[in-house]
């Protein structure tokens, strides 16, 4: 299949030319075999309480392009074969980088240290066209000036479980979480763009926008995923959309529909997926 025109050169060699631009690398970066295995633990860098030391151990590098790049689910996955080796990275942050910086300066890493090379490829696919229900909107807007200053982008949001069983968050604190199957998804102040992507990620196909909506808004979604559902669709690829009804409770699609009052309709389209072309197992030395 040929890739999208552009893209394979873009995302091969874009990241080697910004060095032009102010910050672009790490200072200093410190790359091992991981140590623990069991969990990935990430902290620090900007918009963090440690902004100029940025540590991520036991990471899997599919999961750290995942992050270098903002790939989605459909387009990559972290789990992918050719990238399950983990590694703990230790790295010097310059001061004052952003975390769009912060991104550039991983895709610098990966491109440096590992020789990463990976392009796109579009391809048909089913995807969901976001429109605003037969009913209207139910979303509750917010005003720009109230939108709450974003957190560590790393920090787990500690929740507890509620009568409901769906995840109760702190007061006045965005999350999204899943409690066995029940999932909830509480965010002030979010854009219909970061309302689709979450959307995408987790249908794990394209979300197109066409509600026309624009501003900020408050979300608090509760959906249920059948677990023997899932089984069932990964054994059967081929299930139609209309078997995810069968899930006990809220599908996402339906509770979408019942909450926010938006619809998801499924269609025909193209979208891009990733194609690794080059990525080493040793890292050049630290």
């Given amino acids: 299949m040929q890739g999208t025109p552009g893209i394979s050169i873009w995302l091969a060699v874009a990241v080697l030319g910004a060095r032009g631009q102010t910050p672009s690398n790490f200072e200093v970066a410190s790359i091992k075999l991981a140590q623990v295995l069991n969990r990935i633990a990430c902290s620090g860098g900007p918009g963090t309480a440690s902004p100029g030391i940025w540590r991520c151990s036991g990471v899997p590098l599919g999961f750290l392009i995942t992050q270098a790049y903002d790939f989605q689910a459909y387009q990559f996955a972290p789990a992918h074969p050719c990238c399950r080796d983990r590694y703990d990275f230790t790295a010097t942050v310059p001061g004052g980088a952003t975390r769009a910086q912060f991104r550039e300066m991983l895709r ?107 501003g900020l808004y408050d979300i608090d979604l509760r959906w249920v995923i059948d677990l023997a559902w899932l089984e069932e669709r990964a054994a059967s690829p081929e299930l139609s959309e209309a078997a995810t009804n069968q899930a006990s409770g809220p599908s996402l699609t339906r509770a979408v529909e019942q909450q926010l009052g938006l619809k998801l309709n499924t269609k025909k389209g193209r979208g891009e997926i990733v194609v690794i072309d080059y990525l080493s197992k040793a890292p050049l030395r630290n």
Avoid: C
């Fill in 108 to 214: 610098n890493l990966l491109v440096e240290r590992f020789g990463l090379k990976l392009h796109l490829e579009e391809k048909e696919m089913p995807v969901f066209e976001l429109t605003v229900g037969s009913e209207g909107v139910r979303l509750t807007s917010r005003a720009a000036q109230d939108v709450p200053v974003p957190g560590d982008p790393w920090e787990i949001v500690p929740y507890s479980i509620g009568k409901d069983g769906f995840p109760v968050f702190p007061e006045g604190r965005n999350g999204l979480a899943g409690a066995a199957s029940r999932y909830r998804w509480v965010a002030r102040g979010v854009s219909l763009q970061e309302i689709v992507k979450t959307l995408s990620f987790h249908l794990g196909r394209p979300v197109v926008d066409a509600t026309g909506l624009k």
